[in-house]
């Protein structure tokens, strides 16, 4: 639907079409060139009318708003462009996929041994640790049967000096 503005003894068409996209959602769509011009010929037309109080009143801020639009729009037509044309010339052919798969499979057999032998590693240093507390466990009870040897010893030394004072006496 193209749709008209009377202003003044002139009637413009802008261009302007209303496009049903989904059921309840309407999506304008605009020719750029015919916005800009339009929006630069009324806003020739305000400044005129009203040159003072262009940064107060509600038509100077829309017609700023208006070019913020037109610079959104403009970024975002550009963006859509540019990813389309990134997409053609990313799509790969099957072969590619093909040996893209076997080249990741490569990778991952890569990776499975290496964390095989890291778990191998990890493995044999926690027998080692494993080992070494049973060594040493085993070097503590040495030290405590050493101490309780010297133990004895010092009462056996007590009691032979017992012994030979009792026999000295008889």
Known sequence: LGTATDVGDESVDMGMSITAVAAPILVGVVDPALWR????????????????????????????????????????????????QSTITNKKKPDEDVGNALLLAERLDGVKLYLENTLNKIKSAERMLNLNEVVTKLGLSYSQCKEELLAFEQKQGQHQQAIDRLASEL
């Open 37 to 84: 011009e339009e929006t630069e010929r009324v806003a020739i037309q305000l400044r005129n009318s009203n040159n003072n109080s262009m940064e107060d009143s509600s038509w100077g801020q829309h017609i700023e708003s208006f070019k913020s639009f037109l610079k959104k729009i403009s970024l975002r037509d550009q963006q859509q462009q540019q990813q389309q």
